[in-house]
Structures are given as structure tokens and as C-alpha cells.
């Protein structure tokens, strides 16, 4: 009977404790933020209005199977984007966050997106400043925590790991499609400057984005030879997938490096269309994955894969690559990324494209506050990048909101948004 009723009482305890299962942003209607009116409840927001930090955020909340939660979030949202995207060029950045994280108000993720919406707008605004584009913010918000209790929430994993491809497979895949679709609405129009479309995921966001754009970008690239007749730039999903710490295994980002990888020679102007940033330090990859993908994968059975394209040589198990995450997983690494010496002049906005084009497979580029070197392992200018990040840039799991990761990650914005 008493260990009845422990069970009972330990179920209970458990119950009490799981994270919300609500939605957030159940308010759908504009509202403008300023001093006395936050606007938490509501799925869009102005920012900063009438100044050179304004910017649109707007929010798309998933539930744990991959539905949307209320589908008029999301087209109130998008109703919204067409009547802008229809007047005037968008800079659209989605957001998809990762493990503990929701679109809870206050949650750190949102409040480090908006100040990097913030600085990208003052950005656009210098860089074009008599037609800058509307910056427009989109983060997705997604159970990121079951559990809410510290300590004991880390053991939902495997659990996270497991709902947020679903929420890539399902209702984010919709989203983004829909937000490629605003983004190409006036670009046929010749304007001033095309709108751009950016998408970033951390952790089991990166993850998401990844499981909702694998495809796509593979089909992108095999169609970048037009009418089979001659190879041009290699096309990617929007302007720019960004992954943070992403959790997903190597082995899933294997074809996409093998696509790159047979093709031998990049134009000049090819620009990144997959970034992936993994610190060297992030415990929560580089040990807790692959300790758990260990039993997942005990009874399947693994290959050693053998490649030459280009005359760079690739070697690799497989069962290797498929517990392991992908930005951990050596053979598969592009570049590293490091800080640069504080007696080394930092490069600024306007060089970056003009960097970034005159790239030689050896030699390190400077953008901003940071070195990216290649590794040798690819050509110039392949645009799928799975880099290496140094711990003093990343210190964990949670720390990629530092000034010179997000530095470098608008440099790499205003390379794929370039004219």
C-alpha cells in the first residue's frame, strides 16, 4: 500500500511539473510596443517604431505532434507580410529555438533575437539608406522543455529530440514555404533591393530547421544546372539556413555534404546557403548525443563509406556518423572559426561580401571579430559550411548569443543578401 500510494504521490509530482502546454501569443491582432504597453500576448509587435532599430516580430507557435497550434497565428502573420512584402523589400530573419526554451514572454531566446533584430535594422538602414529593407523577425515557438523542473527537465533528451523534427516535418515546413513565397512576391518586380529571407535554428531548433529544409536544399542544388546545359550558382532554401549547436546526427547531413563535395568548382559569387556553428565545448552534443544515439543504434547495422570527389579524399563509419552530431563529427567539418587578435584591425559590413568572394581555400578570412579558416576538406566557395567554433567564442551549449557570433552571423545575412 505505501508504495502505492509513493508511486501515486511520484506521478502526481510529475504531473504538477510539466512545462505548458499552452499557447502564448493568443492575441492576434498589431500592437505597438512602447513603455506602458508590452504587447506579450500578442502574435505581432512593433518594435522601436519611426526609428533606425524599428522592426516587425511576429510569432508561430507549434505544438508537440508538429501541428500548428492555431492556424490563424500563423495566417494573420503572413496576411500581414504579403501587404507589406507588396509595397516595399523585406528582410525576413526566422528564429526556431531549441532545448528548454519556448515563446514563453521573457524567455531569453526571444529577448536575444530582439536585440539582434534591433542591430540588424541599424545595419540595413547604413547600408542602404535611402531604400533599407523592412527588417521582420519570425520566431517560432515549440514545447522546447516537458519537464520544468532544473535538473530533473534533462532527462527530456531524447523526448525534445524526438518532437522537434516532427515540428520540422509538419507545421514549420508550411511556415517557411509560405514566408519563401513573401519573400519572392516583389523581387519579380526589379525593386530598389530584393527582399531576403533568413532562417536560423539552435539546438533542437537547428534540428527542426534541418529535418524542414534537407530536402529542399538538395533539390535546389541537383536544379542549379539550368536546362542541364551549364552549372550556375548553387540555390539554396530563401537567402540562408543558419544552424546553432544543431542536434542532429551526421549522418543526415552526409548527402548534402557528398552533393557539395562532387562538384569540384565554385563561381565566385556562390554564396553560403548552409552555415552550421557547433562549439568545440557544447557538452550537450559532443557527449550527451552520442551517449544516447549508443542504444538507439545497438542493433542497426553501419557501413564504412569511402569517397574521392575532387581528389578530396573522405573516409568515415558510418555507426560513427550516426551517433554522432553532425557539427562534432571531424570528417565532415569544413572550417574553424576563431577570434581574432585584438591587435588585428576588424573588417566591417561592407567588406563582407567582397571577402567572402575573394576566398582562397587556404587562406583565412577575416569578418568582423572573427578568423574563418578552411580546413582544406573542400573548394572554395562551397556554400554548405560546417564549422568548427572556437570555445572562447561559444562556451556552451546555450552561449550563441555572444556579440561576435551574432556579428558574424549578420555578416553572413549581408552576404546572402547582397544585390
Not at 526556431?96 to 539582434?116: C, L, Q, R, T, Y
Request: charged letters at 20%.
Amino acid at each position: 500500500m505505501a508504495n502505492r500510494l509513493i508511486l501515486i504521490a511520484s506521478l502526481v509530482v510529475l504531473l504538477s511539473a510539466c512545462a505548458s502546454n499552452e499557447i502564448y501569443r493568443s492575441e492576434f491582432s498589431d500592437c505597438v510596443v512602447t513603455e506602458r504597453q508590452t504587447c506579450e500576448s500578442h502574435a505581432i509587435q512593433l518594435h522601436n517604431q519611426g526609428t533606425d532599430q524599428e522592426y516587425l516580430l511576429g510569432f508561430v507557435e507549434i505544438d508537440d505532434q508538429g501541428q500548428l497550434r492555431n492556424r490563424a497565428q500563423m495566417q494573420v502573420l503572413l496576411n500581414e507580410l504579403y501587404a507589406l512584402a507588396a509595397k516595399e523589400s523585406l528582410l525576413i530573419n526566422v528564429f526556431v529555438h531549441g532545448w528548454h526554451h519556448s515563446a514563453a514572454p521573457g524567455d531569453a531566446n526571444i529577448e536575444s533575437f530582439k536585440d539582434s533584430l534591433a542591430e540588424l535594422s541599424v545595419i540595413e538602414n547604413k547600408l542602404h539608406i535611402n531604400t533599407p529593407r523592412k527588417v521582420v523577425g519570425i520566431y517560432v515557438g515549440w514545447r522546447g522543455e516537458s519537464i520544468a523542473i532544473p535538473g530533473i527537465n534533462n532527462i527530456t533528451f531524447w523526448d525534445r529530440k524526438n518532437t522537434a523534427h516532427e515540428v520540422g516535418h509538419l507545421g514549420m515546413a508550411e511556415l517557411l514555404l509560405r514566408l519563401e513565397e513573401i519573400r519572392n512576391i516583389k523581387n519579380t518586380q526589379e525593386p530598389p533591393i530584393k527582399s531576403r529571407l533568413i532562417v536560423i535554428g539552435h539546438s533542437f531548433g537547428g534540428a527542426a530547421v534541418y529535418s524542414a529544409t534537407a530536402q529542399i536544399l538538395a533539390d535546389r542544388f541537383i536544379n542549379s544546372t539550368k536546362d542541364k546545359n551549364y552549372v550556375g550558382d548553387a540555390a539554396g532554401f530563401g537567402d540562408l539556413v543558419v544552424l546553432l549547436n544543431p542536434a542532429f546526427e551526421a549522418l543526415k547531413y552526409a548527402p548534402l555534404y557528398d552533393l557539395a563535395q562532387a562538384r569540384c568548382s565554385y563561381f565566385p559569387e556562390q554564396s553560403p546557403r548552409l552555415v552550421i556553428l557547433t562549439s568545440e565545448t557544447d557538452w550537450a552534443t559532443k557527449y550527451a548525443f552520442p551517449a544516447g544515439r549508443f542504444f538507439s543504434t545497438v542493433f542497426e547495422t553501419h557501413g564504412a563509406i569511402e569517397r574521392n570527389d575532387c581528389n578530396l579524399p573522405l573516409s568515415y563509419s558510418e555507426g560513427a556518423a550516426d551517433r554522432q552530431t553532425a557539427g562534432h563529427f571531424k570528417p565532415l567539418q569544413s572550417h574553424e572559426l576563431h577570434p581574432v587578435d585584438q591587435n588585428m584591425t576588424t573588417t566591417g559590413y561592407r567588406q563582407a561580401k567582397s571577402i567572402w568572394r575573394a576566398q582562397q581555400s587556404a587562406a583565412p578570412m577575416q569578418f568582423g571579430h572573427v578568423e574563418l579558416k578552411s580546413l582544406g576538406r573542400t573548394v572554395a566557395h562551397n556554400p554548405y559550411l560546417n564549422v568548427k567554433v572556437d570555445k572562447r567564442l561559444i562556451a556552451d551549449h546555450n552561449d550563441v548569443f555572444r556579440p561576435e557570433i551574432m556579428e558574424f552571423v549578420r555578416m553572413l545575412i549581408v552576404i546572402s543578401a547582397a544585390e
